[in-house]
């Protein structure tokens, strides 16, 4: 599996952007698709998954009521749409397939989000 996100920026604090991962191979469907994020001098963390199977969701709970995942399994595409941004959420976001909410067995390039306050 090859994943491609896109959509970061710079963007003024409350508000918002959607990023959007493509994902090659005809795996995809049945992967368990999620964002991990990292920021300058912290460790890669967990933010939101979607299942393949029933579409559930999970977030990390610094961005639950903010963030929401999607997936269009049609395009081979999953989508954050990031709400309410705050100065840290700035990172460094990537795509993931083959996900729990600690690891995954794919990696995207990552693109960067930058919230200024």
């Known amino acids: 599996v090859q994943l491609q996100a896109s959509g970061g920026g710079l963007v003024q604090a409350e508000g918002f952007l959607r990023l959007s991962c493509v994902a090659s191979?005809?795996?995809?469907?049945?992967?368990?698709m999620g964002w991990f994020r990292q920021a300058p001098g912290k460790e890669r963390e967990f933010v939101a998954a979607?299942?393949?199977?029933?579409?559930?969701?999970s977030y990390a709970d610094s961005v639950k009521g903010r963030f929401t995942i999607s997936r269009d399994n049609a395009k081979n595409t999953v989508y954050l749409q990031m709400n309410s941004l705050k100065p840290e959420d700035t990172a460094v976001y990537y795509c993931?397939?083959?996900?729990?909410?600690?690891?995954?067995?794919?990696w995207g390039q990552g693109t960067q989000v930058t919230v200024s306050s």
């Open positions: 993931a397939a083959g996900v729990s909410t600690t690891a995954a067995n794919y």
């Open positions: 191979g005809r795996t995809f469907s049945r992967s368990a």
């Open positions: 979607i299942g393949w199977r029933d579409g559930s969701t």
